[in-house]
């Protein structure tokens, strides 16, 4: 009875989950990680992504559900010592911690078992790409000064100040918000961005080996804020965790 | 009553063996939920390979320059070490291509690379476990539109519960360091 109802619980929050996910895509795009030398254009397949990232209270519900994830059982190889370090206690959510705010201090590990958990993946980097170079009125609006400098200011912004609730930022062209302003987010394959050939390098910018043959592009070395998204993404460790770093899921389009 | 008993004698020895494990570090790449197969199509999960020490790294089959030389250092280590320290050691190298790596890659990977001896664990793994042994052990890999992959070098050195005990990308010569650790955690006797 009781596992029926864990079932039952759990088919209806996936489907409130799943309400929350929008199409996104297909489309052809310039991304300013081409995946190979002279490939300037890409292609990115039809995606579902979350809205909004996934709050406190969405991945205490998962903690709830999956013991092993509680930050006081949660082994070190997946997820550091700071993992939750600001909700009150391993089921608590406690004053630090709003209900509506993006959870952070959430490993690479982490992020991914919860989207698995919800029949869902991590978006990868060329989905979160794509579906971020959107403002509200454009599918792609890296080319517009004003957007741009928009989304500069707030790294520019001391990190001090408490996050704000998710979605509370105008949603873009395609209904998802918070993809800038926010919180970073864990991609599946954030590791797969800047080879190095050695981790040791990845601290030097200069030194990292940037993909194989390939370079960033160099038609958009202007587009600062992803660039610096994906220095910061490939400075990770799968099990490292940050007060600024969350993450939203993304699902195979049916 | 038979049934029950049978029950009861089955949670006892899960029990005993329970106890008799000491628990996993919380840092043991073995907390990993991964399962291996090798070039010869055994199975194992990755922590069946607790109880001596491991040297690992990651490769894709078709590679034709860097990982052969992994592969070569990787060789070499081994060779600097002991008879004895050899025996302790358990050599593992595992493919981020399970797309392409079948069992006959890997046995073309093992015979072209002279890893042939039984001692050495070839194998490769499905999705997600490729992408997640990978994160924990800070290899980077990324496939390229022509085929094959840019990736990092690093060979990992695992104590015997499984915790990384020193890294190194260092291709050109034995990593002095690395070398070090590897003798010193070999020089512990291991139960057979």
Known sequence: ??????????????????????????????????????????????????????????????????????????????????????????????????????????????????????????????????????????????????????ILDWYARPSTAGLADVGGAPANYYGVSDLHGLVWEWVLDYNALLVSNDSREQGGADRAKFCGEGALSAKDRENYAVLMRIAFLSSLEANYTTANLGFRCAAEAK | MKYLSALLLLILMGTSIAANAPALPGDSLYQLQARLTARDGSRLRLDQLRGRPVLISMFYASCGGVCPAVAFNMRRMEAALTAEQRQNLRPVIVSFDPVHDDRAALGKFARDNKLEDPRWIVARTAEPSVRELAAALRFRYRELPGGGFSHSTIITVLDADGVVRARTSELAVLDPEFMRVLSAITSTKVQP
């Not at chain 1, 903690?63 to 082994?75: E, F, I, M, N, S």
């Not at chain 1, 794509?130 to 741009?148: F, G, H, K, N, V």
């Open chain 1, 1 to 150: 009875m009781r596992t029926q109802l864990t079932a039952l619980l759990v088919l209806v929050a996936s489907v409130a989950a799943g309400a929350e996910r929008v199409a996104i895509g297909p489309g052809k795009f310039e991304s300013v990680l081409p995946p190979g030398p002279g490939i300037t254009s890409m292609d990115v397949r039809r995606f579902l992504l979350d809205r909004k990232p996934v709050t406190n209270a969405q991945f205490l519900g998962f903690v709830r559900a999956h013991a092993q994830w509680r930050r006081d059982l949660a082994p070190q190889l997946l997820a550091d010592s700071q993992y939750l370090a600001h909700w009150r206690g391993p089921l608590d959510l406690g004053p630090a911690a709003g209900s509506s705010q993006p959870v952070t201090h959430v490993s690479w590990f982490a992020a991914k078992a919860y989207c698995e958990a919800q029949g869902a993946r991590l978006p990868n980097w060329y989905e979160w790409e794509y579906a971020a170079a959107a403002s509200e009125t454009s599918p792609d609006a890296r080319r517009d000064p004003a957007w741009r400098q928009r």
